[in-house]
Every structure is written in C-alpha cells, then in structure tokens.
C-alpha cells in the first residue's frame, strides 16, 4: 500500500502563484510515474499533468506554459508549480502515483480557488 499526503492548496487572486506538493509513504514500492488532476464542481475529473521518470513530462493544453510537474525520485515525491492562476483553474487538486507494479493511487484532494 501507499499513502499519499497533499498539501499546498488555498486561495488566490487571478494571477498569483501556488505550489501543490505530494509525498508518497509505504513500504517496498518504486514509483513509476506521477501525475496530478482536477476535478470542479460538476465536472469530470481531468489530468492536468504527469511525469514518468524525470524527465519525461506532459500537460493539458489548458496549463501549459503556466504549471510546471516535477518529481523528487529519491524522496518519492512530487509537485505542481502554478503560475499565473486563472478562476477556471478553480477545482479539487488530487495527486495520483503509477507504481512499479502498475497499482494506482490517489491522494485526498486539495482545494485550490482562484478569484478574480
């Protein structure tokens, strides 16, 4: 099993900037890819971006040149740096990990509201 923990959410004024983190605990797992998504009120849940590896990165069209994914293999982490925040980016943030045996696990959520 593993346990995701999120943090990092809030709110802000269209424009401003936040940093979602996620760290991922259990024991004897490799984490293969990493990816985060978003869910606003009466819509489906959506990708917003993932990593597998290092390096290799992909984004919704919606975020790109604004949200940047990176992971921190050796701590089994990860984050999602928001830049420049929009209201439509108002939504429910959950992390989700792909591990080495392909099992999927997701965080609880955060909540991030953008006002403008």
């Known amino acids: 099993q593993v346990q995701l923990v999120e943090s990092g959410g809030g709110s802000v004024q269209a424009g401003e900037s936040l940093r979602l983190s996620c760290a991922a605990s259990g024991r004897g797992f490799v984490l293969k890819a990493m990816g985060w998504y978003r869910q606003a009120p009466g819509k489906q849940r959506e990708s917003v971006a993932s990593i597998t590896g290092s390096t290799s990165t992909n984004y919704a069209d919606s975020v790109k040149g604004r949200f940047t994914i990176s992971r921190d293999n050796a701590k089994n982490s990860g984050a999602l740096q928001m830049n420049s925040l929009k209201p439509e980016d108002t939504a429910v943030y959950y992390c989700?990990?792909?591990?080495?045996?392909?099992?999927?696990?997701w965080g609880q959520g955060t909540q991030v509201t953008v006002s403008s």
């Open positions: 989700m990990v792909v591990t080495s045996l392909n099992d999927n696990y």
